[in-house]
Every structure is written in structure tokens, then in C-alpha cells.
């Protein structure tokens, strides 16, 4: 039987030893052995280090996000070898493709990010601050990828999307990464990782792989490496308390399984479309992954006066649902991962029932389609109704991680929000009503027990992606058993593998250092007008100094003519008591076009277009009579890729324009956005 390979020191490695043997969670079968004996782990973490740390580092984020967007499309090309891995997890086909199509779409998601960094491989967040009256001393943040290893510690239920939802993340950073999957599904996890360094898309030492055992990884971590863990809240406050991490001061990311809760807003009854979207979005967290998620629904909390309704309806919709072989086109419930999972949840259920009533399921029993029971990891879906959780309190701190929920109720929506609280922390909980009011006293008040909050309803329904989906532009993660982390989080995310720094200086040192021009910097007069230059010529800092034009009574009127803005501070002179205007005041947007006509140079040159405006203000009232004149300079430039071979090579340039009086004082700054042709049209 072959051994899964170890992707490691820029080779695929077998581990001694026999290993542990891998089964098909359908049928028993056995896959694979799995074994990470005799590998050097000290070794391993230097290597991503000191190979594959300085190749990602060097790259801007906009070529790591090109990066992730090619190796998506990629992926995308060996769907069919995946899914058909996926199902001896014990996967249906809408579970695999949560899996795999979804863990895909977090490498677009995040290839998108890149737009919301700097075309830089590190990103100067915020705003310049400045530390001085005279303007001569500012201050900025700049956040650079750490010199270290993402260590990703992952769980089971997810071995295609909890890599790819992570390594997005710290590619993107600018970080390498060694993966460690769950052992008993690791077998998907290293088909697709192969797949990945035969592409060749990632730079050397990126990515390792490590498929078996990972006692004693964090015994050299160091300062600069991230650990992030996704699995039970006991072995993630365990490894969290790694004597390593805490002398080291090793970032440690926590995703940890909660009792997650659903809510059933105290408006809604058995005739409200909201309630059968409650019943579906109930079912389906029992259901997907046979229950195996960290995001599915435990707890399902139901006012009083509807509880024998939600019981009929959710014991009514899962008696329809069909377990069994997950190849077959109507099985909607495959297995557990394994038979050692099996036997856990059974034994969590076994420790419920002490304080609950089964309301639908049998542990013991279950109806198959296509498959044996005694081969494979198969388990009824099992309803529990607890008829006082207050005082009945293992619901809020057993979790049977399968196919397995219990209801209970409330009074009012204030005990429903001490119910969801009882949790002691969740990923995410939901509240279904058609009451906003509702909506915002329950949001506000739960907020700080969970990481996520789905509030739904017919208007959102058909677009929801539901109670149970983490999505890469918003935080995954949740306070106390959840871990007290964050995953994803669009640029949020990406912050955590980076170190912030703060950096003091001149305006033009700090514009030196950051490739951005800083306000106040020097800004030396370009000999050819900006907008005569190809992308690869212009200069960040460098200015062009217009003419200078006086702004007329007339200018302001014939404005207001054209815009159709009659807004009385700009007409009517006779208006302006008690307001900021001693007169008629320019329109802010005739003073900005005003400049345009300033620093435009009228000539067909490489200035392909203008698409955009940033950080548009206008500082200072101008009156007619006020002569004014602008400051162009180059701020920033963005690399931009060829759609295909007959595009046009360009960049996009932001030209920062500010706008002076006679007096010399600013009374208006802006950004604007253009698209620049390349002189060299082969890149």
C-alpha cells in the first residue's frame, strides 16, 4: 500500500514506519498509510524561512495576488480527480463542493484583495500623522510581511478548504507556509498539493506539506513564524500553551469547534416565509458534512410558544433526508470521517441524553441508501429537545461533533440572548425574524459572544450563503471556546502575518521610504510635464507647477448654470448671515475642475484616460478674486497586467493635486486616478 508523500526541503519525502492507515469513510476500505517518522522539523521550518520567506517577500502584493489568481484558475482544471477523493471522506457532492470549489474561491477572493494594497511588497496603512507645527516632522505605519513560517495546524471536516482559506492569506502576506492536515482525510489534501508544486506557480518554499504525526513542530518555532490552528477548543488551549510560543512570542491563531446557535426571532410563526427559511438553514447545518463543521448549528433556540411547531417541522424535513453512499445523486448525508469519529459523537450523545429527550433520531439505527452501515461511518441525524436550559447546562458545553442539535426554549428575546450567550463564545450564531428592530437589539446585545452574525430573512434568503459559510472577506473566528481568533478578514487577514511598524522622519525621507509621496515632502519640478512621461519615466515626488488663474463672479455664476447647483452659499448673497461665507463662495467642484484645466496637458500623449478621484477636500473658501494655482505630483504607481496580447502595457498612476491660493495656503487637495501607457508595450 503506498505512502502519502511529505512535501518538504523542495522534495516529496515518505515517512519511516508503517504509519497510520487511512480508510474510506464509506465503506472501510483502506486508502493509504500515513507517516511523518525520521522527517527533521527544525529543518523543515528553516528551510520556508530561509527559501521560500525571501522569494515571497520580495514580490508586491499585486504579483502574489496574480500569483493566487493563476494558481485558482489552475485548480480549477482538475476538478474531477478531487471530487471523486472527497466522496471516500464520506462527503456528499454539495459537501465536496463546499470543500474544494469553495477553498478555490478563496484563492480569487484574495487574489482580488490586492487591489486594496499598494503595488509594494509591503503596504503603508493610514494616513500620514503629523508631529510637527512647521510640517518638517511626520509620521506613518508601514506593515511588513514577517521573516518567519506560517505553521497551519488544520482540521478534518475541511482538508481542501482549510488549506486553501489560510495559505491565501499568508501568500498574499507575503509568508510561506508548512501545511499540516488532519491525518485521517490527509490523503485530498496531498493530491491537491501535488497538483500545486507541479504547477510551478509558487515560488520554492512556499508551500510544504506534512501529511502524518506533527508531535514536536512548535518545539523550534520563533518570533517571526505564525502558528494558526482550526480543531477542538481542549487540544487548541493546549497547544496554545506551548512553553515555545509563549518564550517566543509566537502569534497563535485559534479556530475552535463552538455551540453555535440558531435563533428563531419571537415574530415569527409557522405563516411567515421566515419560518420555513429557519427550518431549511436548521436542517442543513445538521446535515452538511454530516454535521461536521465548527460553524453548524448546536443550539436551537425557539420561543416558547413554537416549539412543538419547529419540532414537527425539523423531525418532518429530516425524516426526508437520504444517507447514504455520497456518489449517489439523491443521497443528501454521507458519513462521518471515520469510525473513531463515529464513536466519539455517539459517546457525546450518550453524555446529552443524561439531561435531554431524543425527539427524532436513533444512535444506534439508521437507514441507508447504497451503503452498509457495519463498513461504513454512518449515523442518524439526532434531535434533542432540552426543556429548561438554564438549568440543564451540558447542552452549552458538550459538543457532539456530528449530525446532532437540540432545541430549547425562551421566553422573550432577552433570554434568547443569554441562551446564545451560554456558549461561552461561538463562531457564528443566526437570527431568523422579519423585525429590523429585532434584529439590531439582538445583534447589539449578542455581539460579544460571537464572531459572526447571519440575520435572516426573506429579503436576504435567496442570496444568503447561509449560517454555515465563512466567507474570506469577513473575520472567521470568535471569542472564548471559539478560540478568541481571527482567520480571513479580506485585508484584515492579511495583517496578522505581517509586522506593523511605526516610522518617524521628514515628509521627504518618509517619501523615500515608502514609494508614497508624503504631504509637505520635497517635490522637485519635473522637466517634462507629467502627463508627457510613459509610466517607467515618472517619478514619485516630482511636481509640475501650473499657470495660475483668477477665479471671477462670473466663473461661479456660469457654474451654477451648467451644474444646475443652485445651493443658496453659491446664488444667493442674501443668504449668508450667520453662515461660515463672508460671500459668494466658488463651487468646490468648479475649483476642482478649475485645476484640472490647469495641470491638463491638452496633447495626445502616453496619459491614456483619468477613471477616478481619492481624498477629494476642499480646505479653504474661495471667493471671486482669489487667484489660484495647483501642484501636481506623481504619488503613486501601480503596476497593471496585459489582459492578453493585444492589450495595451500600462500602469495606473495616482497624482496627488493640490490646489493654493494667492496667499498660499491650500483650499483644496485631491487624488486622482489615471491609466498610463507603458513606452516598453511587451510587458
Not at 27 to 37: E, F, K, R
Not at 218 to 223: A, G
Not at 262 to 269: C, E, M, Q, R, Y
Not at 502 to 525: C, F, H, K, M
Amino acid at each position: 500500500m503506498r505512502k502519502l508523500g511529505n512535501y518538504v526541503l523542495g522534495n516529496w519525502i515518505e515517512g519511516d514506519g508503517e504509519g497510520k492507515l487511512l480508510t474510506n469513510a464509506v465503506n472501510g476500505s483502506p486508502i493509504a498509510l500515513a507517516t511523518t517518522q525520521g522527517l527533521d522539523f527544525e529543518k523543515i521550518l528553516q528551510y520556508g524561512r530561509e527559501v521560500g520567506n525571501p522569494k515571497l517577500r520580495s514580490m508586491t502584493f499585486y504579483e502574489r495576488g496574480r500569483m493566487l489568481k493563476s494558481l485558482a484558475f489552475f485548480l480549477r482544471k482538475n476538478l474531477k480527480k478531487y471530487y471523486a477523493l472527497s466522496y471516500q471522506t464520506g462527503a456528499t457532492k454539495i459537501d465536496s463542493w463546499i470543500d474544494i470549489e469553495g477553498g478555490i474561491g478563496n484563492l480569487f477572493a484574495n487574489a482580488s484583495l490586492r487591489r486594496q494594497f499598494q503595488d509594494l511588497p509591503y503596504y503603508v496603512e493610514g494616513d500620514p500623522i503629523g508631529l510637527s507645527k512647521g510640517g518638517t516632522f511626520t509620521g506613518h505605519h508601514i506593515c511588513v510581511p514577517k521573516e518567519g513560517i506560517a505553521i497551519h495546524i488544520n482540521a478534518f471536516n475541511f482538508p481542501i478548504w482549510g488549506m486553501l482559506e489560510k495559505i491565501a492569506v499568508n501568500f498574499l502576506a507575503g509568508v510561506p507556509a508548512l501545511v499540516k492536515p488532519a491525518t485521517n482525510t490527509s490523503y485530498l489534501t496531498e493530491c491537491m498539493v501535488r497538483d500545486i508544486i507541479d504547477s510551478k506557480i509558487l515560488p520554492e518554499g512556499a508551500l510544504q506539506l506534512l501529511c502524518g504525526s506533527a508531535n514536536g513542530i512548535l518545539d523550534t518555532v520563533e518570533s517571526q513564524d505564525v502558528v494558526t490552528f482550526t480543531g477542538s477548543a481542549w487540544t487548541g488551549r493546549k497547544l496554545k500553551s506551548h512553553p515555545r510560543l509563549i518564550e517566543e512570542s509566537v502569534p497563535f491563531n485559534m479556530e475552535a469547534d463552538s455551540l453555535n446557535a440558531a435563533i428563531l426571532g419571537p415574530d415569527v410563526t409557522p405563516n411567515h416565509e421566515e419560518f420555513d427559511l429557519f427550518i431549511k438553514e436548521v436542517v442543513r447545518e445538521i446535515t452538511v458534512k454530516a454535521g461536521q463543521k465548527c460553524t453548524a448549528i448546536r443550539r436551537v433556540i425557539v420561543h416558547e410558544n413554537q416549539v412543538e411547531e419547529v419540532k414537527k417541522a425539523l423531525s418532518a424535513r429530516l425524516a426526508k433526508t437520504i444517507i447514504g453512499n455520497p456518489e449517489l445523486e439523491n443521497v443528501r448525508m454521507g458519513a462521518l470521517a471515520d469510525l473513531a469519529q463515529r464513536n466519539e459523537v455517539k459517546e457525546k450523545v450518550a453524555q446529552l441524553s443524561l439531561s435531554q429527550e431524543v425527539v427524532y433520531g436513533d444512535v444506534n439505527q439508521v437507514t441507508l441508501e447504497g451503503a452498509d452501515a457495519e463498513k461504513g461511518a454512518f449515523m442518524s441525524p439526532i434531535l434533542f429537545f432540552n426543556s429548561n436550559p438554564f438549568e440543564k447546562t451540558d447542552v452549552h458545553n458538550v459538543e457532539a461533533f456530528g449530525p446532532v442539535s437540540s432545541i430549547m426554549p425562551y421566553k422573550d428575546l432577552n433570554e434568547a440572548i443569554k441562551l446564545s450567550k451560554l456558549g461561552k463564545g461561538s463562531l457564528v450564531c443566526s437570527i431568523t425574524t422579519q423585525d429590523n428592530k429585532v434584529a439590531r437589539e439582538f445583534t447589539l446585545n449578542a455581539a460579544t459572544s460571537h464572531g459572526r452574525i447571519l440575520i435572516l430573512n426573506k429579503d436576504c434568503a435567496k442570496e444568503s450563503t447561509g449560517h454555515g459559510s465563512p466567507l474570506p472577506l469577513l473575520v472567521h473566528g470568535g471569542p472564548g471556546r471559539a478560540g478568541g481568533g481571527e482567520e480571513m478578514g479580506g485585508k484584515r487577514g492579511v495583517l496578522h502575518y505581517m509586522q506593523r511598524t511605526a516610522i518617524q522622519g521628514s515628509p521627504t525621507t518618509l517619501t523615500e521610504v515608502t514609494q508614497i509621496y508624503q504631504p509637505n515632502g520635497d517635490r522637485p519640478e519635473a522637466k517634462d510635464h507629467l502627463f508627457r512621461q510613459y509610466f517607467e519615466d515618472l517619478i514619485v515626488g516630482e511636481t509640475v507647477y501650473t499657470h495660475k488663474r483668477t477665479i471671477e463672479d462670473s466663473d461661479i455664476v456660469s457654474f451654477a448654470n451648467v451644474s444646475w447647483d443652485h445651493f443658496y452659499a453659491h446664488t444667493d448673497v442674501t443668504s449668508l448671515e450667520g453662515t461660515t461665507f463672508d460671500k459668494r463662495v466658488a463651487h468646490g467642484y468648479f475649483i476642482l475642475s478649475a485645476a484640472a484645466g490647469l495641470f491638463v496637458d491638452a496633447k495626445k500623449g502616453p496619459v491614456l484616460l483619468n477613471y477616478g478621484l481619492e481624498e477629494c477636500r476642499f480646505t479653504k473658501p474661495v471667493y471671486a478674486g482669489t487667484t489660484i494655482g495647483v501642484k501636481l505630483t506623481v504619488k503613486e504607481k501601480i503596476e497593471q497586467e496585459k489582459k492578453d496580447e493585444e492589450d495595451i502595457a500600462k500602469g495606473i498612476v495616482k497624482f496627488y493635486v493640490e490646489v493654493y491660493d494667492q496667499e498660499n495656503e491650500t483650499v483644496a487637495v485631491a487624488t486622482i486616478l489615471t491609466m498610463v501607457k507603458k513606452r516598453d508595450q511587451s510587458n
